[in-house]
């Protein structure tokens, strides 16, 4: 298996009883961090199989699941994903895809690359996620599902 150019980004959110709404973050292990599920392609993953097997391996999300793709695109340098120059000497950054996917049952199962996770409502994740491009992906999603 091997690593694939790209990351994806995917933000789990759920509907309370009283019709709010509530994302799930999660502190990584390593770096004590909070961040939206994230992780890297395998072979000739599209993002979108990469968005389900990473939010299966990261919080058992069924890859059934309801993800949706979101227009926010970031870049991340190759070196801050696996220290080195992975895809040749040209290749400095990679994309990361976002996506977001609805839970109905917000008891999820977390592995060792995280220590808890948490569902909080936006202004807490807001100041919670460390990464101008989870922040940045949490508003477009807040905004979509305000327009229905």
């Known amino acids: 298996m091997s690593r694939a150019p790209l990351q994806i980004l995917a933000i789990p959110f759920h509907r309370k009883q009283d019709d709010s709404l509530e994302y799930a973050i999660f502190k990584r292990s390593i ?10 392609g ?18 058992q999300i069924p890859p059934e699941s309801n ?24 290749v400095f950054v990679v ?3 976002t996506f977001s996917v609805e839970i109905h049952d917000p008891n999820l199962t977390i592995s060792d ?6 569902w909080v409502d936006y202004d807490t994740a807001v100041k919670m996620l ?19």
């Not at 690359?113 to 948490?118: D, F, K, N, Q």
């Not at 491009?133 to 305000?146: G, I, P, V």
Request: proline content about 4%.
């Open 31 to 40: 770096g004590e961090f909070w961040q939206f599920i994230s992780g890297g």
């Open 42 to 59: 395998e072979d000739d993953e599209k993002p979108i199989e990469t968005a389900r097997r990473e939010g299966f391996e990261e919080a």
């Open 67 to 90: 993800y949706s793709y979101l227009d926010t695109l970031n870049t991340i340098p190759v070196v801050g994903i696996t220290g080195k120059f992975t895809w040749g000497e040209d």
């Open 95 to 97: 994309p990361e895809h």
């Open 113 to 118: 690359e995280h220590t808890e996770y948490r």
């Open 130 to 148: 460390k990464w101008d491009s989870n922040r940045n992906a949490l508003w477009e999603l807040r905004e979509r599902l305000r327009r229905g």
